[in-house]
């Protein structure tokens, strides 16, 4: 597992990349070694996955009947969701690569999107612990979701354009494939296995 001063010198090399600095590959393992190692990304968010759970468990029992109660099937659910939401992203790269011959840059891509997930899911789980311990702060958190998705979109773009080269509409396409795919299978796996606030 990689340690809290290599996580460190990832997310640098991702700060690098993102303004468009080539430094930053210096700084990340890109290999195919490097993109297996790059999964210890799912046990550093872990974290701020639990904080997300707790949230939604809190939403479902606030909308079901007082006496439902939620047990570890519950989480178990959303463990499979959230293990789906790590999976799906470079899955869908993969076949998008393999189509547009890129099939190179599939290490590169898998490694830094997940390093890339880890300070986006501790900044998402700073909004739910806003709901959840600040009353009346749902409006605010909304907007500042919303800001949070528009910067993880630019970032993303700007990695991969700094991998495969300028090819505007490839990298927009890419951009598209690994976030909202991976957002409508989120939504729908939670209606469907039961773990989504109703309402």
């Known amino acids: 597992m990689p340690t809290f001063r290599e996580v460190q010198y990832y ?14 590959f210096q700084y990340l393992d890109t290999t ?21 759970w707790l949230w939604l468990q809190q939403a479902y029992l606030m909308a079901m009947p007082p006496e ?3 047990g570890i099937a519950f989480f ?12 799906m992203p470079p899955i869908l790269a993969g076949l998008l690569l393999l189509l547009f011959r890129f ?7 898998v490694a830094t999107v997940n390093w890339l997930f880890v ?16 009353p009346g702060a749902k409006v605010l958190a909304g907007f500042l979701s919303l800001i949070l998705t ?9 990695i991969l354009r700094m991998i495969c080269g300028t090819h505007p509409l490839f990298i927009g396409a890419l951009t598209l494939m690994l976030l909202i795919p991976n ?17």
Do not use: C, H
Not at 13 to 19: A, D, E, K, Q, S
Not at 103 to 109: A, C, E, H, V
């Open 32 to 52: 195919d070694r490097g993109m297996l190692r790059s999964f210890w990304a799912i046990v550093w968010s872990l974290p701020p996955i639990g904080i997300s």
């Open 11 to 24: 997310l640098s090399g991702l700060w690098l990349l993102i303004r468009m600095d080539a430094r930053g």
């Open 119 to 134: 300070p986006a899911n501790y900044l998402n789980a700073l909004l739910f612990a806003l709901i959840i311990f600040v």
């Open 68 to 70: 439902t109660s939620t």
């Open 76 to 87: 178990m659910r959303l463990a499979l969701v959230e293990a789906a939401g790590w999976l």
């Open 103 to 109: 099939g190179d840059k599939f290490p590169p891509i």
């Open 183 to 199: 957002m409508l299978l989120t939504d729908f796996l939670q209606r469907f296995l039961g773990v989504y606030p109703p309402g």
């Open 150 to 158: 528009m910067a993880t979109i630019f970032s993303l773009a700007r």
